[in-house]
């Protein structure tokens, strides 16, 4: 079993490496929410701009305006699939994140086990030789008590 100051380091190293992963997995949260928020935005203006572009229709609309609708709503739509591959991006390394802190807290729970088991067993150790130093003191005591020095 390994030595009470090599089992303390890595607890230590397990948890701050556990911390780091969480801060890492916590802006990668972020960056997920961020780029569905985009996303959410880019598909809210496309809605809003068809819907704008049928009011328009109503009243009319000349063939100019018409080819700048088709070409915007075409650079939207490529800017919408870009954004969400992004998304799925950004889900991959939230995921990849979690499974990491995930790991490592799975470790870092290891190693306070083997931590809480060693110190146990110290204290185990250090109970029985007091008993121990307790039972030589009563035996000893007795052994003087029940035999007097001789006096000369």
Same mark, same amino acid.
């Given at each position: 079993? &390994?030595t009470?100051?090599?089992?303390? %380091?890595?607890?230590?190293?397990?948890? *701050?490496? @556990?911390?780091?992963?969480a801060?890492k997995?916590?802006?990668l949260?972020?960056?997920?929410q961020?780029?569905?928020?985009?996303? /959410?935005?880019? *598909?809210? !203006?496309? #809605?809003? !701009? $068809?819907s #704008?572009?049928? /009011?328009s @229709?109503e009243?009319g %609309?000349?063939? %100019?305006?018409?080819l700048?609708?088709?070409?915007?709503? /075409?650079?939207?739509?490529?800017?919408? @699939?870009?954004q969400?591959?992004?998304?799925?991006?950004? $889900?991959?390394k939230?995921? @990849?994140?979690n499974?990491?802190?995930l790991?490592?807290?799975?470790?870092?729970?290891? !190693?306070d086990? *083997?931590?809480?088991?060693?110190?146990?067993?110290?204290?185990l %150790?250090?109970?029985?030789?007091? $008993?121990?130093l $307790?039972?030589?003191?009563?035996?000893?005591s !007795?052994?003087?008590?029940?035999? &007097? &020095?001789?006096n000369?």
């Open positions: 079993m &390994p009470t100051s090599s089992l303390k %380091i890595l607890l230590d190293l397990a948890q *701050l490496q @556990t911390d780091t992963l801060r997995l916590g802006k949260n972020l960056q997920q961020e780029a569905e928020k985009k996303l /959410n935005l880019l *598909l809210q !203006y496309r #809605h809003s !701009y $068809q #704008h572009l049928q /009011n @229709t009243t %609309i000349d063939h %100019i305006e018409w700048n609708f088709i070409a915007f709503m /075409n650079k939207l739509d490529a800017a919408i @699939t870009e969400r591959q992004a998304v799925l991006f950004a $889900q991959n939230k995921n @990849t994140g499974n990491e802190f790991f490592s807290q799975k470790k870092l729970k290891s !190693y086990t *083997l931590s809480q088991r060693k110190k146990t067993e110290e204290e %150790i250090q109970l029985k030789n007091e $008993q121990k $307790q039972d030589e003191f009563a035996s000893n !007795y052994f003087r008590n029940s035999h &007097p &020095p001789k000369s």
